[in-house]
């Protein structure tokens, strides 16, 4: 695209650095975007400025640095001359350069041969490691056999000189028998105290065994006596809290129903016009047996009493609502006297179960 205004490379191309230098440049100054041109560039440098809108622009002598007013937005460029090099210029001898090539090549060549002698005298130090290693296999087993050789030429010579021994101590054959029987009788006797003793300890062992039998019975017996003991104290454990929980449920029933009875029996007194603790009267004691003993009958009692009363014209009604009034109260002490009755009647049971 830039071709056609001169220029050949950008700024970025036409050197080289180590990395992190070539980074810092990229970074600070952007050369990856500086164009550099060439005599063609330099002469068409307006039209290069207002076109391509570049910041920076090379040509072979000059450098243009272009920019843009913040107060006026008009472009203005400015230039400068290029120094000639003077750090970067390197001049070489091409004829000692290329003596240097040739001497560089003979020298790779006598390495390479080197190497390759290197690589021979290796491959010989590994044969004569490995024979080395051989020979030192060699020397051991032969080290080895001459000491099993020396080994046997000792246990030789010393069966030699037992034989020698032997043949110098001439031996009695018969003193050497009568004395060999004397030990075996000795010995035959000697048997037999240790089977009889054994037989003994047999017999001893089978008593011992049998009676080990018997504890071992006993101590199962008792084991599962003392088992079932245990059971059975449990159980009785268990009833015997059980019993006293009931006993106690039952206890704290009869207080309910004496601390009931009391204040039942303070409102009959006090339906009564009874003073406390004063004996109930012949004349209440047969009222109260002349009831009926069923609230069905009590209830029938009533309904009669009623009726018979309404059958009445000339009564007053103070005398009616009188009436009526001990009518309600009489209900209400027989029925509060038939709960107490059941409940009585419950707890004589219960302590009878007990």
Do not use: W
Request: net charge positive; glycine share 2%.
């Amino acid at each position: 695209m830039f071709r056609r205004y001169g220029f050949f490379s950008y700024l970025r191309e036409l050197f080289d650095a180590p990395q992190p230098v070539m980074s810092y440049l990229c970074q600070q100054y952007h050369i990856y975007e500086v164009p550099v041109g060439t005599e063609k560039t330099r002469n068409m440098i307006e039209r290069v400025i207002s076109e391509t809108k570049l910041r920076q622009i090379y040509t072979a002598d000059e450098k243009y640095t272009v920019k843009v007013s913040s107060y006026t937005n008009q472009t203005i460029s400015s230039n400068i001359s290029l120094k000639p090099a003077q750090f970067l210029n390197v001049t070489v001898d091409t004829e000692e350069r290329r003596q240097l090539d040739i001497q560089f090549q003979q020298i790779n060549r006598k390495l390479e041969l080197l190497n390759s002698q290197i690589t021979i005298l290796r491959e010989r130090l590994k044969s004569l490691e490995r024979r080395d290693n051989e020979l030192r296999q060699q020397k051991k087993e032969l080290l080895g056999q001459k000491s099993k050789r020396k080994q046997l030429e000792s246990k030789i010579s010393m069966k030699y000189e037992s034989l020698r021994q032997l043949e110098q101590d001439a031996i009695n054959v018969e003193e050497e028998s009568e004395q060999a029987n004397v030990k075996i009788k000795r010995i035959n006797s000697q048997k037999v105290k240790l089977v009889s003793e054994f037989m003994q300890l047999i017999k001893n062992c089978m008593t011992l065994n049998k009676h080990r039998t018997d504890l071992v019975l006993q101590s199962t017996t008792t084991a599962f006596r003392k088992n079932r003991l245990e059971a059975e104290r449990k159980a009785a454990m268990i009833q015997l809290k059980a019993t006293e929980q009931q006993f106690t449920e039952l206890e704290e029933r009869r207080r309910v129903l004496s601390k009931n009875c009391k204040g039942l029996m303070r409102k009959a007194e006090q339906a009564c016009d009874m003073a406390p603790n004063e004996k109930i009267s012949e004349y209440h004691r047969n009222a109260f047996l002349a009831l009926p003993s069923t609230l069905d009958e009590i209830d029938a009692l009533l309904n009669e009493e009623k009726s018979r009363a309404s059958c009445f014209t000339g009564l007053s009604a103070s005398v009616v609502e009188e009436y009526n009034k001990r009518a309600e109260e009489i209900q209400q002490m027989t029925l509060e006297l038939q709960e107490k009755k059941e409940e009585l009647d419950d707890f004589r049971q219960s302590i009878s179960q007990v």
